[in-house]
């Protein structure tokens, strides 16, 4: 029974992954780029929020939600101002930029709120459990994992239900067909990364309320997002949930073991998968 | 090619390149007599500076050449470091040559690492490397004989009787600890001075120049038959190896060693990315004159911590947005001067229609 208890916490876990790896999955669909500061991102996000609640004495989740407009245009921007003057065929500036960007925002939110554990008070919620047959689950993760549900079902209504979407995907494919038929890439572009700046503030809302944070963990939180992104294979939303959850799992599982085992047995699994199937467990995009 | 005239010449010397290499030469005395009048704390800096050049060239040679931008060459620090300390502490051997080990515990590491990481394409490399350096340090933690998580330092007995060091005490009458330091200096000089003769060589032979053409465009390179992915390999393993004798001489100054610090990713390659940006991805004079300005930047601005790393990011992300082949590129385009030129040139002998092939080496 412990070990059901194990794994079915690691799935949960895997929700929170998910929401670092979706904002990732999607630039990287639409414009190729892999944003080495994601990781910073969302921590910037957590403290934000943390910020809104301290000043404002807003429920956390409100505060994200008023946190949303000011990250996705920060997103915007980023974007439109800095990552499109160095997107092309080459992969070195936009990879050199995002990192260089990494390590400005760690240091930028070390020099304003100190290298001290924060978290974002969420009352009782946070110690609230439900038992379902005899296993008790936390509220939080099971609201984190419903919420990594929503984003993926969300995205990919956006994806395949919207002229944005179409947009999108028409961009993804072939950026100089698509701005024959109107479609600015640009635009497009700053768009998707507001959008993942979105799925950031949520995932920052989690990271924040689950645990403490400082801002040196973001980078750690870039590599299991980078992970569960590789296990579901680029371009499938849905793979990067299964990713999150396999990363979720082996941490658990290698944490039941020995705890200092927990980050290892993630990065091994990860390391597994890419030696069995190369290309993710479910491939879509063809890069 | 042999119906080429004699009047013609291939050649890639040029005038700056030759009084370049003259000064090197001056350089490179001065430095190897520099022990004799400077004070304890300027070879200290010049070690810093020379190890950090080294691993600045390494990773210039792997991104700027090969195309392969890793995010991971502390994993070849670390490793480098750890066997030099291990087979001195288990074994008992001599630091010095333990360095030797350390360079070839990275190679057999680049191994398993370029086979994970080179199933990854491009930007996902990166990261991939990234990964596997995280895995070697979580795995080296663990290895409670060099102090697991918390560290251990070199014996007492390994380093007071170090070789040369006994030789260095009497010729410049210091203690023992300043003969270690300067015998430190002295292999990093030796592995500076090595590091870039090599790396020059590689891309004058006719490997660099399919090295060169793999980067610029990897389809055409290879419909004129080069092997891209012996390429590839090849650099990684070249880098992994100078690397990891970086790492095993770098601690074996410092004597003493932590798997955060030896695993570091801001000491061992967020800076050694922002030399090579700074001074110029894709030539070996950029990481020289990187490695200065970061020196510089560093003295004036380390003691305000984090801004330090801030403005460093921001000249980074600067150098990449509006000079993206860095100051060594600047200096370059204006005033045509290669120090380390690679181009050959078609010189001698009068250009005609009928003559326009060129002999390639």
């Known amino acids: 029974m412990i070990w059901v208890d194990t794994i079915l916490q690691g799935i949960l876990l895997g929700g929170l992954y998910a929401l670092f790896a979706a904002g990732l999955s999607l630039v990287f669909g639409i414009m190729r780029l892999v944003n080495l500061a994601h990781g910073d991102l969302i921590v910037l996000g957590a403290y934000l929020i943390l910020l809104l609640v301290t000043l404002t004495g807003l429920s956390p989740f409100v505060a994200a939600a008023v946190a ?123 768009k998707a990364t507001g959008i993942a700046m979105i799925i950031v503030t949520i995932a920052a809302l989690y990271l924040g309320m689950r645990s403490n944070f400082d801002p040196s963990i973001g980078p750690a939180r870039l590599i299991y997002a980078f992970e569960a992104v590789i296990i579901g294979g680029l371009g499938s939303l849905w793979g990067t949930l299964a990713g999150g959850v396999i990363i979720g799992v082996a941490q658990t599982v290698g944490a039941a073991i020995n705890p200092e085992w927990q980050i290892l047995a993630g990065h091994l699994a990860f390391l597994v998968v890419l030696l069995v199937r190369p290309r993710g467990l479910f491939p879509r995009a063809v890069d | 090619m042999s119906k080429l005239s004699s009047n013609y010449l291939v050649q890639t010397r040029t005038r700056a390149s030759s009084i370049s290499a003259i000064v090197a030469l001056a350089l490179v005395v001065l430095a190897l007599a520099l022990p004799a009048f400077a004070s304890r704390s300027l070879i200290q800096d010049m070690f810093f500076i020379l190890t950090m050049l080294v691993l600045a060239q390494f990773w210039n040679l792997l991104a700027g050449y090969g195309g392969l931008v890793s995010v991971g060459q502390q994993a070849f620090v670390g490793i480098g470091a750890y066997a030099m300390f291990g087979v001195v502490i288990l074994l008992g051997f001599d630091p010095v040559a333990s360095i030797l080990i350390g360079g070839i515990a990275a190679l057999v590491l680049a191994i398993p690492t370029a086979f994970f990481a080179f199933r990854l394409q491009g930007a996902y490399f990166a990261i991939g490397t990234w990964v596997i350096a995280e895995v070697v340090r979580l795995l080296v933690a663990q290895w409670k004989q060099v102090g697991g998580g918390t ?211």
């Open chain 2, 151 to 361: 560290g251990t330092s070199l014996p007492r007995s390994a380093t007071s009787d170090m070789w040369f060091t006994g030789a260095i005490e009497t010729l410049f009458d210091v203690k023992s600890a300043a003969a270690r330091d300067i015998l430190a200096y002295w292999l990093a000089v030796v592995l500076a001075v090595a590091t870039i003769a090599g790396i020059y060589w590689l891309l004058r032979t006719k490997r660099g120049l399919g090295l060169a053409a793999v980067r610029d465009n990897i389809e055409a390179a290879k419909s004129v038959g080069v092997d891209a992915v012996r390429m590839k390999w090849l650099v990684f393993l070249v880098s992994a190896f100078g690397t990891g004798l970086a790492g095993g001489l770098i601690y074996l100054q410092k004597a003493r060693i932590s798997p955060d610090a030896a695993f570091s990713l801001q000491d061992w390659t967020a800076y050694v990315i922002f030399i090579a940006v700074i001074g110029g991805i894709g030539t070996i004079e950029g990481p020289i004159l990187g490695v200065l300005v970061f020196f510089i930047l560093q003295s004036l601005l380390a003691d305000y911590g984090s801004w330090y790393l801030m403005v460093l990011g921001l000249i980074g992300i600067a150098i990449m947005l509006f000079a993206p082949r860095g100051l060594w590129g600047l200096f370059s385009d204006r005033t045509g001067i290669e120090l380390f030129p690679v181009r050959r040139r078609l010189t001698g002998g009068r250009l005609s229609a009928t003559s326009s092939s060129s002999k390639e080496e």
């Open chain 1, 68 to 190: 949303m407009p000011f990250m996705f245009a920060l997103g915007y921007g980023l974007q439109k101002f800095m990552l499109n003057r160095v997107l092309g065929d080459d992969i070195l500036p936009p990879l050199l930029v995002t990192f260089g960007l990494s390590v400005v925002l760690q240091n930028a939110l070390l020099e304003g709120f100190s290298a001290d554990s924060q978290r974002i008070q969420a009352g009782s919620l946070s110690t609230a459990s439900i038992e379902i047959a005899g296993i008790g689950l936390g509220v939080m993760p099971l609201l984190t994992f419903a919420s990594a549900l929503v984003v993926i079902i969300g995205l990919n209504q956006l994806f395949y239900r919207t002229s944005l979407g179409r947009a999108f995907r028409a961009t993804s494919d072939d950026p100089t067909t698509a701005s024959l038929m109107g479609i600015k890439p640009a635009g497009i572009f700053a």
